[in-house]
């Protein structure tokens, strides 16, 4: 029998929410038994969607909101016959500035999955309990290398995701 897939895509303009993709990406890897899948929202196909049994969408913030790009894909999942309901769902976000946006930005992406009847969960520590998310523009956060701080919050939902794939082992509707 095949792993379970954990899907993980993104949308980023700057290369950031891209960096905190990647450190999901170890964390999933980390948890043997599931196939991890890196996609930017440009490369997934309805295919994909389908074949994951966990679905991380990440979005920089954009004006306090959802980048359009990522809500646009959202808006094109299949929702006749709610195909998504069942699948883990989780959220992430970089926001260039600390407490102007990125926590509303993954309520917004966990909210969508909601619709589908996705079963949504946060990361591993408190300080991730809506997601991973990272800020990448100020004070000391404005480095070009994105902080360990989130890319432990990161690491740590890719994690949490695939152990939680692993553990409830939803059947394919
Ligand atoms: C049009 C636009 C609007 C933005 N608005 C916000 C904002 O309201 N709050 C915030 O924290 N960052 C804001 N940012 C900063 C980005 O969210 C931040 O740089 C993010 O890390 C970019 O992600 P990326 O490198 O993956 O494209 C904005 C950036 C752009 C381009």
Avoid: C
């Amino acid at each position: 029998q095949e792993n379970p897939i954990v899907l993980i895509t993104y949308y980023s303009q700057s290369g950031n929410t891209k960096t905190l993709a990647e450190a999901i990406q170890k964390g999933a890897q980390s948890v043997n038994g599931v196939e991890v899948k890196l996609l930017a929202i440009e490369e997934v196909e309805v295919s994909d969607l389908l074949a994951a049994s966990a679905i991380l969408v990440g979005s920089p913030v954009y004006n306090a909101n959802i980048a359009t790009p990522v809500q646009e894909f959202i808006n094109s999942w299949p929702f006749e016959g709610r195909p998504l309901k069942n699948k883990i769902g989780a959220a992430f976000a970089t926001g260039g500035g600390i407490s102007i946006g990125e926590e509303g930005v993954m309520i917004d992406i966990l909210r969508s999955m909601l619709i589908h009847g996705m079963i949504v969960m946060g990361g591993e520590e408190v300080e991730s309990a809506f997601g991973a998310s990272a800020i990448t523009g100020e004070g000391s956060f404005s480095n070009e290398k994105m902080d360990e701080i989130f890319l432990n919050k990161g690491f740590g939902l890719g994690k949490r995701v695939a152990e939680a794939v692993l553990r409830f082992n939803f059947p394919e509707k």
